[in-house]
């Protein structure tokens, strides 16, 4: 092996890496807004395609609100532009030429070149999303359950003020009606004298 294949095999494992680096970052990212069906990391150079990424999300509303959330962020200093896509079938927009090594019209061709990603890496994604999507409705849940805690405490303790003041109202009350009795009493007392 010559230096320059030398070069071009690291240049090649490397880039290989980077890619499955960019996918996991975009997979996790994505997953916050709900369980992915498919993403998809196209490798086709025509303008029209170049850069693309298309993610199935389980339901709709997942998908937009993965929309709303990234459109205009940046990743790796590009700026993200976000759209729904019309394709519904992935399998149909896929190049099977490119799938088996065979498309003759390379990086220009109009059907998806799609990376391929190792299903091992996919399945540890699913099951890392899904175990962040476990921890953060689980986080939910308990500031919910904290929450509702402090509005019962903060009711008790207004409650016990309520209380509070009530007993004081009726100590009060109790003061001035012993010291009107004592008033009335000590009429009755110079009045019998």
Request: glycine content about 4%; overall charge negative.
């Amino acid at each position: 092996m010559t230096t320059s294949e030398a070069e071009k095999l690291v240049d090649k494992e490397k880039a290989q890496e980077d890619f499955l680096l960019f996918f996991e970052d975009i997979y996790m990212e994505l997953s916050k807004f709900g369980q992915l069906e498919a993403l998809h990391v196209v490798d086709n150079l025509g303008d029209h395609m170049i850069g693309h990424v298309y993610a199935n999300f389980r339901d709709e509303e997942m998908a937009s609100d993965a929309l709303q959330v990234l459109q205009g962020r940046y990743y790796d200093g590009r700026t993200c532009q976000v759209e729904f896509s019309p394709v519904t079938d992935f399998r149909e927009a896929r190049c099977r030429d490119y799938d088996e090594e065979s498309c003759s019209r390379g990086g220009f061709c109009n059907f998806l070149h799609v990376k391929p990603v190792p299903m091992c890496l996919i399945r540890s994604l699913e099951d890392d999303a899904e175990e962040d999507r476990r921890r953060h409705i689980w986080e939910k849940e308990h500031e919910e359950r904290d929450a509702r805690r402090e509005r019962r405490k903060k009711r008790r303790e207004e409650k016990g003020d309520r209380e509070s003041d009530r007993k004081k109202r009726r100590h009060r009350n109790e003061d001035n009606d012993n010291d009107r009795r004592r008033h009335v009493d000590s009429d009755d007392d110079d009045a019998r004298r």
